[in-house]
C-alpha cells in the first residue's frame, strides 16, 4: 500500500478481516481498539432501544427492556439476549460505525492540514530532512539498530507541520514506531538501524524549535522490527492523561531529580522500611508495567490506563496528604503532568520525579532499587537490566514476566503464561476468554457478538481505593 499521510490509514481493513478469515494476530492493535470501540457502543445503543419507554434510566428501580416477544429486567438477562439472538444486527451496525469512525477521523485531519496551509502558507519541510545521499540504502535499513525513546516540551505553533516533517524523516531513514505532535510538544518511540537512529538524533537536535541534545534520548537494543508499522499523528496530549494541557501544564510539574539523587531518596525510604510514614514512592504506570517490574517498597496503583490517574489521585487524596512523593515512570514523560496534576491538588508536602524515568535510572544503576522487568510499548513488551522475575504465570504461578497477547480473537489484554502452560492450552488472559476462545474454535462462530471485557477487567476496579 502506499504511504498515506493520513495518521488513521493504518485503521482500514479489508471486508475479509471482520469475516474472520484473517487471524487476530494479523491485526494492528489501532485496528482492535477502534474495531472494539465500536463494537461496544453499537451493541449498547441495539440494547438501549429496547428500553421500555416510561421507566427510569438508571439501572435498576423499574427498568426494564423488551426484544422478540419477552420482557427483561436485568441488564445481564437483555445483553445476553442481544449477544445470542441478534448478532447479525450488532454487527453490521458495528461495521457501519466503524466505518463512520474511520471517515470522521480522517476528515477531520484533513480539514485541520488544509486550515494550517491557508493560514501559514506552505512550509518547505525539506530543509529540515538531512540528506542521506553519503549513505547506502542498504546501510539505513539493514544492519545493527537500537529503539529511540524520548520526547520534549515545547510550544509549538503549527504541529501538523511538524507531523508532516516527522512522517517524511521517519519514511527516509526506513524508521518503525509511534510518533505524537500536539501543541504542547513531541513524544516519539522509534526504532531502525544504529546508522538511521544517529541521523534521525542529529536531525532533532538540529531542529531549532526542539533544542534538544543526546542526553534527551534513551535508546535500547531493538530495531524498526519491533514496531509493527510506522505511525504519526497530531493529538490534543503527548501523553493521553485526559485532561487539558491548558489547564494542567508540564510547566506546572514537580521537582525533577537525577538519576543519583533519586537512587539516595529511595535509598533512605528503604533503610527505613515500615517505620517511613512521610514518604509515598510513587509508581505513575499501569497495573501489567509494574507487575513485571518496580522500584522495591513503591506505591504501583491498579489502573489499566494514564487517563485513569487522575481519578486515582482524585478518590485517594487522604494517601497523600502531608506526604512526599516520589515518582516515576518509563521515560519521564508521565511524570510531567502526572506531578502536575498531584501538586494542583495542595495536598502533598513536596513531589519530586525521576528525570528520565526508568530508562535513565537503569543506565546509571542497573542493579540498583529497580527489579525486574521494564515493559515498552513495542513488540518486545520487555527489556531488562537484571534476572529478577518478580511476577508469575497467571496458571501454574510459577516465575514468569514475559507477555503475549491474549489468543481469544480481538481480547486485547497481556497475558503472563509459562511456556509448559501455553503448552498445555492456557494461552488466553483468564479462565473466561480461554473458554470463549475455545467455543469459538469448536462453533466456528462469528466472534464479533463475544464481549471483549472479561474477567480481568470486569473484576478491577476501574478506579482502586489505596487509603
Given at each position: 500500500?502506499?504511504?498515506?499521510?493520513?495518521?488513521?490509514?493504518?485503521?482500514?481493513?479489508?471486508?475479509?478481516?471482520?469475516?474472520?478469515?484473517?487471524?487476530?494476530?494479523?491485526?494492528?492493535?489501532?485496528?482492535?481498539?477502534?474495531?472494539?470501540?465500536?463494537?461496544?457502543?453499537?451493541?449498547?445503543?441495539?440494547?438501549?432501544?429496547?428500553?421500555?419507554?416510561?421507566?427510569?434510566?438508571?439501572?435498576?428501580?423499574?427498568?426494564?427492556?423488551?426484544?422478540?416477544?419477552?420482557?427483561?429486567?436485568?441488564?445481564?438477562?437483555?445483553?445476553?439476549?442481544?449477544?445470542?439472538?441478534?448478532?447479525?444486527?450488532?454487527?453490521?451496525?458495528?461495521?457501519?460505525?466503524?466505518?463512520?469512525?474511520?471517515?470522521?477521523?480522517?476528515?477531520?485531519?484533513?480539514?485541520?492540514?488544509?486550515?494550517?496551509?491557508?493560514?501559514a502558507g506552505p512550509v518547505d519541510i525539506s530543509l529540515w530532512i538531512?540528506?542521506?545521499?553519503?549513505?547506502?540504502?542498504?546501510?539505513?535499513?539493514?544492519?545493527?539498530?537500537?529503539?529511540?525513546?524520548?520526547?520534549?516540551?515545547?510550544?509549538?505553533?503549527?504541529?501538523?507541520?511538524?507531523?508532516?516533517?516527522?512522517?517524511?524523516?521517519?519514511?527516509?531513514?526506513?524508521?518503525?514506531?509511534?510518533?505524537?505532535?500536539?501543541?504542547?510538544?513531541?513524544?516519539?518511540?522509534?526504532?531502525?538501524?544504529?546508522?538511521?537512529?544517529?541521523?534521525?538524533?542529529?536531525?532533532?537536535?538540529?531542529?531549532?524549535?526542539?533544542?534538544?541534545?543526546?542526553?534527551?534520548?534513551?535508546?535500547?537494543?531493538?530495531?524498526?522490527?519491533?514496531?509493527?508499522?510506522?505511525?504519526?499523528?497530531?493529538?490534543?496530549?503527548?501523553?493521553?492523561?485526559?485532561?487539558?494541557?491548558?489547564?494542567?501544564?508540564?510547566?506546572?510539574?514537580?521537582?525533577?531529580?537525577?538519576?543519583?539523587?533519586?537512587?539516595?531518596?529511595?535509598?533512605?525510604?528503604?533503610?527505613?522500611?515500615?517505620?517511613?510514614?512521610?514518604?509515598?514512592?510513587?509508581?505513575?504506570?499501569n497495573f501489567y508495567e509494574s507487575k513485571i517490574g518496580q522500584f522495591?517498597?513503591?506505591?504501583?496503583?491498579?489502573?489499566?490506563?494514564?487517563?485513569?490517574?487522575?481519578?486515582?489521585?482524585?478518590?485517594?487524596?487522604?494517601?497523600?496528604?502531608?506526604?512526599?512523593?516520589?515518582?516515576?515512570?518509563?521515560?519521564?514523560?508521565?511524570?510531567?503532568?502526572?506531578?502536575?496534576?498531584?501538586?494542583?491538588?495542595?495536598?502533598?508536602?513536596?513531589?519530586?520525579?525521576?528525570?528520565?524515568?526508568?530508562?535513565?535510572?537503569?543506565?546509571?544503576?542497573?542493579?540498583?532499587?529497580?527489579?525486574?522487568?521494564?515493559?515498552?510499548?513495542?513488540?518486545?513488551?520487555?527489556?531488562?537490566?537484571?534476572?529478577?522475575?518478580?511476577?508469575?504465570?497467571?496458571?501454574?504461578?510459577?516465575?514468569?514476566?514475559?507477555?503475549?497477547?491474549?489468543?481469544?480473537?480481538?481480547?486485547?489484554?497481556?497475558?503472563?503464561?509459562?511456556?509448559?502452560?501455553?503448552?498445555?492450552?492456557?494461552?488466553?488472559?483468564?479462565?473466561?476468554?480461554?473458554?470463549?476462545?475455545?467455543?469459538?474454535?469448536?462453533?466456528?462462530?462469528?466472534?464479533?457478538?463475544?464481549?471483549?471485557?472479561?474477567?480481568?477487567?470486569?473484576?478491577?476496579?476501574?478506579?482502586?481505593?489505596?487509603?
Amino acid at each position: 500500500m502506499a504511504a498515506d499521510h493520513t495518521p488513521f490509514k493504518d485503521c482500514e481493513l479489508d471486508t475479509q478481516t471482520y469475516d474472520g478469515v484473517k487471524h487476530e494476530k494479523q491485526l494492528s492493535a489501532s485496528q482492535r481498539r477502534y474495531y472494539s470501540l465500536c463494537r461496544r457502543k453499537s451493541f449498547a445503543a441495539f440494547v438501549a432501544s429496547k428500553r421500555d419507554s416510561g421507566h427510569g434510566e438508571g439501572g435498576g428501580g423499574g427498568t426494564s427492556w423488551s426484544c422478540c416477544g419477552q420482557t427483561f429486567s436485568e441488564h445481564v438477562a437483555v445483553h445476553k439476549h442481544v449477544a445470542g439472538t441478534h448478532q447479525a444486527e450488532t454487527q453490521q451496525l458495528t461495521r457501519a460505525a466503524y466505518e463512520r469512525l474511520l471517515r470522521r477521523l480522517e476528515e477531520d485531519t484533513e480539514t485541520q492540514q488544509q486550515g494550517n496551509e491557508s493560514e501559514a502558507g506552505p512550509v518547505d519541510i525539506s530543509l529540515w530532512i538531512p540528506s542521506t545521499s553519503h549513505i547506502s540504502e542498504e546501510r539505513l535499513q539493514k544492519g545493527p539498530g537500537k529503539v529511540l525513546l524520548y520526547y520534549h516540551y515545547c510550544q509549538l505553533e503549527d504541529p501538523h507541520v511538524i507531523c508532516a516533517w516527522q512522517k517524511a524523516l521517519c519514511e527516509k531513514l526506513h524508521l518503525n514506531g509511534k510518533v505524537r505532535m500536539a501543541s504542547e510538544g513531541i513524544n516519539g518511540t522509534v526504532g531502525g538501524t544504529n546508522v538511521a537512529i544517529d541521523i534521525y538524533i542529529h536531525a532533532m537536535c538540529s531542529h531549532p524549535l526542539f533544542k534538544m541534545d543526546k542526553e534527551d534520548f534513551k535508546t535500547s537494543d531493538g530495531g524498526a522490527e519491533c514496531f509493527t508499522n510506522l505511525r504519526v499523528g497530531v493529538y490534543k496530549e503527548i501523553v493521553p492523561m485526559g485532561v487539558d494541557p491548558d489547564v494542567i501544564s508540564y510547566r506546572l510539574a514537580g521537582v525533577h531529580l537525577e538519576p543519583e539523587e533519586f537512587h539516595k531518596e529511595v535509598e533512605a525510604l528503604v533503610d527505613k522500611g515500615d517505620s517511613c510514614h512521610d514518604t509515598i514512592l510513587l509508581d505513575c504506570r499501569n497495573f501489567y508495567e509494574s507487575k513485571i517490574g518496580q522500584f522495591t517498597q513503591c506505591l504501583a496503583p491498579d489502573i489499566r490506563k494514564f487517563s485513569y490517574f487522575p481519578d486515582y489521585v482524585d478518590q485517594n487524596l487522604e494517601l497523600f496528604k502531608d506526604k512526599k512523593v516520589l515518582m516515576y515512570c518509563t521515560g519521564g514523560i508521565r511524570c510531567e503532568r502526572a506531578s502536575a496534576y498531584l501538586l494542583s491538588k495542595d495536598v502533598c508536602k513536596e513531589v519530586c520525579q525521576l528525570k528520565g524515568g526508568i530508562h535513565k535510572y537503569l543506565e546509571h544503576f542497573p542493579d540498583g532499587f529497580y527489579r525486574g522487568k521494564l515493559f515498552v510499548f513495542d513488540e518486545r513488551y520487555a527489556i531488562s537490566s537484571n534476572n529478577d522475575v518478580i511476577s508469575d504465570c497467571r496458571y501454574c504461578s510459577c516465575p514468569w514476566d514475559q507477555y503475549e497477547l491474549c489468543s481469544t480473537q480481538f481480547c486485547c489484554q497481556l497475558v503472563l503464561s509459562c511456556p509448559g502452560c501455553r503448552q498445555d492450552g492456557h494461552t488466553a488472559c483468564c479462565p473466561t476468554c480461554q473458554s470463549k476462545g475455545q467455543t469459538q474454535a469448536q462453533s466456528q462462530a462469528d466472534p464479533h457478538h463475544c464481549k471483549e471485557e472479561c474477567e480481568c477487567t470486569g473484576g478491577r476496579p476501574r478506579i482502586p481505593q489505596d487509603v
